[in-house]
């Protein structure tokens, strides 16, 4: 903090009356709320955005806001460059670096496990044939539905579905499965043989990690026993956007 601007908040802690100490409080919290929602919403400037994404993205970060999400903590989890949204994780930079231009081609299905806001099945859909995510949070998925049918996408469908529930007829060319298998809780060696069910001969899962720094020696085993259950490492890198996260991609060999 400035000089003078510390000097004011001590003045103002000391000698301020407490109604107007709290009005205070009350008014940075609103305006900070406000700069999240609006400075977001306008880069590149209005009018240069249209209205009509305004009112979406206004729509999606009330939906946000006035439910109970823990991933993102006041800010989205997933970045949505075509609106313009920041995220805690920016999608087109994430797909970059995963290589989806690799791992993806026209003929593609695509399944994301935890599919969050949508914002990587949205990402992956610009390359695929199809995609499907998947995700247990309702009101996710109705960012995620709103979010598709705003930019006209037709090629992916959102589900409300458990991983350890989902099952499908047609199997995938590509998994996703980006910081969520904690969060399933499934032990590592069914998640494997569940992952390849679902993958066709050749496909492949695209696995990243909750916070590395933490969990390395946990996520190195489970990708051992993953690669034990017929997979081998095709290609591995990191990211380090909210947190140092480590992915491999790990193609389907049996
Ligand atoms: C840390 S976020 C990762 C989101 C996304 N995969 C990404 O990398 O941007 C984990 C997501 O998985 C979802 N999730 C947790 N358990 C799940 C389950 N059993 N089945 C499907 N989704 C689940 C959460 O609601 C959350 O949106």
Redesign the pocket.
């Known amino acids: 903090m400035t000089g003078v601007r510390q000097i004011a908040r001590d003045w103002i802690l000391r000698y301020g009356h407490p109604k107007l100490i709290s009005f205070l409080r009350a008014a940075r919290r609103y305006l900070h709320l406000a700069y999240r929602i609006v400075i977001p919403t306008q880069r590149g400037g209005w009018p240069r955005i249209p209205a009509a994404d305004h009112r979406v993205a206004a729509a999606i970060w009330f939906k946000f806001l006035t439910t109970d999400q ?2 993102g903590r006041l800010q989205f ?2 970045s949505f460059e075509p609106l313009g949204l920041a995220g805690q ?1 920016p ?1 087109e930079e ?1 797909a970059r670096l995963y290589g989806f231009d690799t791992l993806i081609g026209p003929a593609s299905r695509v399944l ?6 949508g ?2 099945s949205l990402e992956a859909a610009r390359r695929a044939r199809e995609v499907i995510g ?4 309702e009101d ?1 998925l109705w960012i995620a539905e709103k979010l598709r049918k705003h930019v006209g996408v037709a090629n992916v469908r959102f589900l409300r ?4 529930r ?1 099952e499908d007829v047609e199997r995938f060319d590509l998994i ?5 298998r904690r ?4 032990p590592i060696d069914a998640f494997a043989v569940r992952i390849k069910s679902l993958l066709k001969p050749g496909g492949v899962l695209l696995f ?1 990690s ?1 916070n590395y720094r933490d969990l390395a020696e946990e996520f190195e085993a489970e990708v051992q026993a993953i690669v034990g259950a017929g997979f081998e490492a095709v290609n591995s890198g990191t990211t380090h956007f909210d947190a140092l996260r480590k992915f491999y991609a790990l193609r389907r060999i049996t």
């Not at 579905?161 to 350890?164: E, G, I, P």
């Not at 969060?183 to 499934?186: D, N, Q, S």
């Open positions: 823990y991933f989890y997933q994780r999608t994430r994301d496990v935890g599919s969050n806001m914002c990587i998947i995700e247990i949070n996710l579905m458990s991983f350890d989902f996703l499965a980006s910081a969520v969060w399933i809780g499934m990243e909750n």
